[in-house]
């Protein structure tokens, strides 16, 4: 029987314990949380999953099974990639347990799932978002179909989700010259202006060894794809999970300019890099002092921010650069998050408490965190005078419409980005001639307008 104990933090916070017992009747620990309500449902959760081997072959728990108890089986034995698997995770435990939870696997029916996903388009979640919910929601019932939960799946035979899906914006290749100099280190530099002129995807880029590399005829070898995997997935594990094949399973070679080769070549002698080692590995592109920079206003600055005001939900309004702007108006701007950091800092040195460091995600990691290199390419774009802004995902759509540009045909720049010739028609190209983009003729040509 699962069960909570209270608990009381340092600083008199009070929290739940959550504890389940195992099939042998010890209690295991399952975690700590804010109330006592979502402890005692996590524990039942995975007291569930930890009895599922002894009752895997009982019909009378396969009647009573409810959808929160068999999420964590469905996720502990559902065969797919980590950060798929994640995703599936996330969007089960945040819209469906809350509102189909209790509800017993055997009883659900077809109109259960189509009310809870009309009722969620009325909240206004977005399209995408009951899209991937839908398919998660799916593979769990199927895995309950076959394994004997239930006698079918009651998502198939629902109407498809349309997704409206955004123009695509691109960047050109001049606009690209101006942003790529004002990002901060040359390794980082290197690192977008490889993935602007290869085509190749971020995660593709941040696993590239030097092995993978051909000096002679300026190629890179694209096999190795790399998956971001969140603490609830591999919990003893790093958060970066290396895959030995890229995103649609082949592999490519893909050729660079020859000034972007001889950067390459540079960066490898000046670095000291061997075969085993990253060309772009996290102490180089976005050392500790480069990924957490941000903006510190002068007292100057932060008198003229508190001159200016945000409005809170309750109706009342607070100067920006305030802790109480910070909390209750969750204003997230420089000079609240600065005010709210020193107060903080100020609190526990009054208590004689050690000062805290900021969690590093790259912490025992080799590999550049998407958060690290999307932090560069925000704080170049400010100081960038460009009208257009574009993740860093968007490159590659670029890279793609610049090659169309110059006359290639689809079906060669679809083997270039590792797509098939129907994706990239429907998902990349956008024909930016609306955008007075200007295109030249080969690789080194093109490359020559980003330089």
């Not at 081997?53 to 929160?68: G, L």
């Not at 079906?411 to 930016?432: F, M, T, W």
Request: some cysteine; charged content about 25%; hydrophobic content about 35%.
């Amino acid at each position: 029987m699962p069960y909570t104990q209270p608990r009381r933090t340092k600083r008199g916070h009070l929290r739940f314990a959550a504890y389940a017992r195992t099939p042998d009747g010890k209690a295991a620990y399952v975690g700590t949380f804010d109330t006592d309500e979502r402890a005692k449902e996590v524990a039942t959760q995975q007291e569930a999953f930890l009895n599922y081997a002894e009752h895997d072959a009982s019909p009378a728990f396969k009647a009573r099974v409810t959808i929160a108890e068999f999420v964590p089986i469905f996720l502990s034995l559902h065969d797919v990639e980590p950060n798929t698997l994640d995703n599936y995770r996330s969007l089960l435990t945040h819209w469906l347990i809350p509102a189909l939870g209790k509800f017993r696997v055997s009883e659900v029916e077809r109109s259960h799932i189509r009310t809870f996903l009309m009722r969620l388009k009325e909240k206004s979640v977005p399209a995408q978002t009951r899209k991937h919910l839908k398919a998660a929601m799916s593979a769990m019932f199927r895995m309950a179909w076959g394994d004997g939960y239930r006698d079918d799946n009651p998502v198939d035979g629902l109407p498809c989700i349309t997704v409206t899906r955004k123009p695509i914006l691109v960047l050109t290749m001049k606009q690209f010259g101006r942003l790529w100099p004002n990002v901060q280190g040359e390794p980082a530099q290197l690192f977008f202006r490889l993935m602007n002129a290869s085509g190749m995807r971020m995660g593709e880029l941040t696993p590239l060894k030097v092995s993978d590399w051909h000096a002679p005829t300026n190629t890179v070898t694209v096999s190795k794809s790399l998956a971001v995997v969140t603490k609830h997935i591999q919990p003893n594990q790093e958060r970066f999970s290396v895959r030995d094949y890229t995103k649609n399973g082949t592999q490519r070679r893909v050729q660079v300019s020859v000034a972007i080769g001889n950067l390459i070549n540079e960066h490898i002698k000046q670095h000291g890099l061997t075969d085993d080692d990253l060309i772009f590995p996290a102490h180089l592109v976005a050392p500790r002092s480069v990924a957490y920079r941000r903006t510190v206003l002068t007292e100057e600055q932060m008198q003229a921010a508190r001159q200016t005001f945000i409005q809170a939900e309750n109706g009342r309004t607070y100067a920006h650069g305030t802790v109480n702007a910070y909390e209750i108006a969750r204003c997230r701007c420089d000079a609240c998050r600065q005010e709210r950091s020193e107060y903080s800092r100020r609190k526990r040195a009054e208590r004689g408490l050690v000062a805290k460091t900021r969690h590093d995600p790259r912490d025992n990691s080799k590999y550049v965190s998407h958060e690290s290199l999307n932090r560069l390419w925000r704080n170049a774009y400010e100081i960038t005078d460009l009208t257009i802004r574009i993740p860093i995902k968007n490159l590659r759509h670029g890279h793609a419409n610049a090659l169309l540009g110059q006359g290639w045909t689809p079906d060669v720049i679809s083997a270039r980005l590792g797509n098939s010739e129907k994706v990239l028609q429907k998902h990349y190209l956008c024909y930016p001639d609306e955008y007075d983009t200007v295109m030249l003729g080969d690789l080194d040509e093109l490359d020559a307008l980003a330089a």
